[in-house]
């Protein structure tokens, strides 16, 4: 049986071989490997099977309480809980717990379906054919002039697809904005790339794998060439951030200097106090779409202060500084901020910031700690410069964590979810 409904998925867009991991149900890994598929798609279907997945999942042998990771996700749990008893956003605190309380529980159990080297492999090759809808409606929206939104089961599924894009000229595909494709294609990158040099290294051994090599390298074209397209700074720099960490240490001796040589020209075409004579020719080597998008000179004059990442970074560390412990609530940002600058934004574009403002500096130093504790712990165990999925998976989380930086995409509830099982995938490794 596993073999009929495998074989067919082998002449299409990956390779997807090996049975499902020992700790995962039959049931519970198929629900798994069809949500991850469609996930970009419709976070309503991958939804409904993810939480089947979770059911099941949660029938494992190890127990929740044997890892000490669950004890400290249950400890901040309980004080987002606490936090909202007194929290200044209302019922709003309540429905923001929503984006945390059942990805602590899921972290626990969505790992049987990522226990193994083999499994994770699996995993990263569905996020990879999940991402190819996100690729044709960019392609469609931008090229062929598609304009939505599209709508399934009485707008139960929307595909938004703007017409020249949302923000104009910026490509969005089948979500709303921009920046959340660009961060869906930031996280995907990585594995995107790993498929095609796994297929590199199996192009000649018969047809059906010179075609997968076709395929995987048909998509790494166009995954690089939509992610410039979404004019996301923080999509081209984990374009550039994942490349290294995927192709190995082994690869850093030519490809590292060749990094340094083509970021360096750009670097001083877009950085102010170069002096003029070595910066102008430069700006006519580098194309003005980037210099001037990643030192803002396309928008100078466009933007108040207050919609800029310092002003929103400085109000909310005096916010967190007036409510230190409990936080102000889920939420609270977006209604605080129009009172004290006149202009309204949905969050303070820092995961750290937010977390401290919303339920206070405790929550925010145990989740942060924890995201990074994996992360380190997976290069310290040799996770970042083991075998090809291993870094790919790695370098995956460590791009959607650098995103959250300078952004907050875990707020679409599809980055969210492909965020906390790359992160249990990291735990299942350690």
């Known amino acids: 049986m596993t073999q009929l409904w495998r074989k067919p998925l082998q002449a299409g867009l990956v390779l997807l071989d090996g049975e499902r991991p020992a700790a995962a149900t039959l049931w519970g890994w198929r629900c798994f490997q069809v949500a991850l598929l469609l996930l970009p798609a419709s976070a309503l279907l991958a939804g409904l099977l993810l939480f089947v997945a979770l059911i099941l999942g949660s029938r494992q042998p190890t127990a929740w309480r044997d890892d000490r ?12 809980l606490l936090g909202c008893f007194s929290a200044s956003s209302g019922w709003l605190a309540w429905v923001g717990l929503g984006n945390w309380l059942p990805f602590f529980w ?25 991402t190819v809808p996100v690729l044709g409606t960019g392609f469609g929206q931008m090229v062929l002039g598609w304009s939505g939104p599209y709508e399934l089961l009485g707008g139960a599924i929307v595909w938004w697809i703007r017409g020249g894009g949302n923000p104009p000229g910026r490509l969005s595909g089948l979500f709303d904005y921009a920046n959340i494709t660009a961060a869906w294609l ?17 192009w000649r051994s018969g047809p059906l794998a010179f075609g ?11 995954q690089v060439a939509e992610m410039l397209a979404t004019d996301s700074r923080n999509g081209w720099g984990a374009l550039v951030l994942a490349v290294p960490i995927v192709l190995g240490p082994g690869r850093w001796i030519w490809l590292l200097p060749l990094l340094l040589l083509a970021l360096v020209p750009v670097a001083l075409a877009t950085l102010p106090g170069v002096p003029a004579v070595i910066q102008a020719p430069l700006r006519e080597i580098v194309p003005q779409s980037i210099w001037g998008r990643l030192n803002d000179f396309n928008s100078h004059g466009e933007r108040p ?9 400085g109000t909310a560390l005096g916010l967190v500084g007036e409510r230190p412990w409990l936080g102000w ?12 600058t006149g202009h309204w934004h949905g969050h303070p574009h820092n995961i750290a910031l937010d977390l401290a403002l919303s339920h206070g500096l405790p929550v925010a130093v145990g989740l942060v700690g924890l995201v990074l504790w994996l992360l380190i712990r997976g290069v310290r165990l040799g996770m970042a410069s083991g075998a090809l999925f291993e870094r790919a998976w790695w370098a995956a989380a460590l791009v959607l964590v650098v995103l959250h930086a300078t952004d907050i995409p875990m707020y679409d509830s599809r980055l969210n979810i492909a965020g906390w099982i790359l992160l249990a995938g990291l735990r299942c490794r350690l």
């Open 69 to 80: 990771v669950n004890w400290l996700l249950a400890g901040i749990g309980l004080w987002m």
């Open 106 to 130: 899921a972290f626990w159990a969505y790992q049987p379906y990522l226990a193994t080297p083999e499994a994770r492999r699996r995993v990263a090759l569905w996020l990879v054919a999940g």
């Open 186 to 202: 930031a996280l995907s990158w990585p594995l995107v790339l790993a498929a095609f040099l796994q297929h590199c290294r199996r």
């Open 212 to 222: 997968l090599w076709g395929i995987s390298f048909a998509l790494v074209v166009t």
């Open 305 to 313: 202060l207050a919609l800029t990442r310092l002003s929103q970074w």
């Open 329 to 340: 609530g889920a939420a609270a940002f977006s209604v605080i901020y129009p009172l004290r």
